[in-house]
């Protein structure tokens, strides 16, 4: 049965924009797709393994060709898991918030821990690196509380471009973009309808896409 991943990164559940937006998406779609089930993660719920002295031990010996040994071993294994998790998955549903310009820190946790050579991308001296995470869409809804869709704001919108330049780094080539702001800025009616456009969207992407 293929699966939705959604890779959830507000700690504010119910409350959250980027949440309520993709849960739009994902009634959408499972209406439009028969068979396909939803997979949830949830990066707040602390299943991530940290990123520590034994995971990069890990990450170099592996960029060296080498088997990582003891501690880095394990790490490795549990890496491997987290991995092994992502990409089985058939399409991606990521629900972003922006924090200080960028996204949350357990996403960049989570990002650290996925992006690994051999594994979503590889590197060779004469073609240099290659994703390999590929053939599958990304939904990225995006919420923020001020608006970054012109300058001069633009330029602090570190979240769009992180997330489109990291999945495209492990082989994404198709990355759709939902946008919700002003959550905050411009006051509750604001929000309302950032989130209500946002929503309207989702649904209409969500009914078009692998179709
Ligand atoms: C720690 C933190 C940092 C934030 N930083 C920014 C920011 O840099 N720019 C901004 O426009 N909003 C910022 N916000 C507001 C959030 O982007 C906004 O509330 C958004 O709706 C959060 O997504 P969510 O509703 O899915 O949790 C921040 C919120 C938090 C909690």
Redesign the pocket.
């Known amino acids: 049965m293929p699966a939705l991943l959604h890779i959830w990164s507000?700690p504010?559940g119910g409350?959250?924009?980027?949440?309520r937006v993709a849960e739009e998406f994902i009634k959408a779609f499972l209406a439009a797709h028969s068979g396909w089930r939803v997979d949830r993660l949830d990066l707040f719920a602390g299943q991530i393994p940290e990123f520590l002295a034994p995971q990069a031990a890990a990450k170099y010996s592996v960029m060296a060709g080498e088997e990582p040994k003891d501690a880095a071993a394990v790490a490795w294994k549990q890496i491997i898991g987290v991995i092994d998790r992502f990409k089985s998955a058939d399409a991606y549903l990521f629900?972003v918030?922006?924090?200080?310009?960028s996204i949350?820190y357990r996403l960049k946790q989570y990002i650290d821990v996925i992006v690994q050579p051999g594994l979503t991308f590889s590197f060779d001296p004469a073609k240099g690196y290659s994703g390999l995470v590929m053939g599958k869409p990304a939904v990225l809804v995006l919420?923020?509380?001020?608006a970054?869709s012109t300058a001069p704001a633009a330029a602090m919108d570190m979240q769009k471009t992180y997330m489109q330049t990291i999945l495209g780094f492990i082989g994404f080539t198709d990355i759709r973009t939902i946008v919700?702001?002003?959550?905050?800025?411009g006051g509750p009616e604001a929000a309302k309808a950032a989130v209500e456009q946002a929503s309207a969207q989702a649904r209409q992407l969500a009914a078009e896409i692998l179709k």
């Open positions: 507000s504010r409350d959250s924009a980027s949440v629900s918030p922006m924090w200080n310009f949350p919420a923020r509380g001020g970054y919700a702001e002003p959550t905050l800025a």
